[in-house]
């Protein structure tokens, strides 16, 4: 049974999908090194913006793991429009998963996007493959799981943030295993 390590990125300069890792955010992608040691990982796939792969960087080098790159990975647009209330645009599509704004993604649209990786994932040989993605498609994915996981836990997501999530007779678990070195 394959399980998934779903990292949420270190801290980063901006949302833009260049925006870089901080000077923190690089010791934190440092850290998870350590942190990922003790896992018998054998892939890492990971969102194309800049900051993700910045993140798992160091551990890949580290274990001599080519980055995958998949696009279900990258974060998700909430519009395509500058929104001033954007904050509560975002806690709304919690509460509401078909909502779309002027040229975003839906919560349930984005949801799926992730699960389809998932999904064509869970039969891999492999014991563990690192997903390393953005906190609001990681709050999607942890809510579709639990949906007690909602917008408050999002708030409380932290960069990076680490979870284990496992399917188990097509029946997905997480539980949160980050915690700082």
């Known amino acids: 049974m394959t399980k998934f390590i779903l990292i949420r990125h270190c801290k980063a300069e901006g949302q833009e999908q260049h925006a870089e890792l901080t000077v923190e955010g690089f010791q934190q992608a440092n850290e998870l090194v350590r942190f990922l040691d003790s ?50 645009k975002l806690q709304q599509s919690f509460q509401q998963p078909n909502l779309k704004l002027s040229g975003g993604e839906s919560s349930y649209e984005a949801t799926r996007r992730i699960l389809s990786l998932i999904k064509d994932l869970k039969n891999s040989d492999s014991a563990y493959i690192v997903l390393v993605t953005h906190g609001n498609l990681s709050a999607l994915l942890l809510n579709y799981i639990s949906q007690n996981f909602g917008f408050k836990d999002w708030q409380q997501l932290s960069n990076p943030d680490v979870y284990i999530v496992e399917s188990h007779l097509d029946v997905l678990s997480y539980k949160r295993i980050w915690t700082q070195i």
């Open 39 to 88: 896992y018998n990982i054998s892939r890492i796939i990971s969102s194309p913006f800049t900051r993700t792969i910045q993140t798992i960087t160091p551990y890949a080098l580290n274990k001599n793991i080519q980055i995958e790159v998949d696009e279900r990975l990258k974060e998700r647009i909430l519009s395509s429009e500058n929104l001033p209330d954007w904050y509560e």
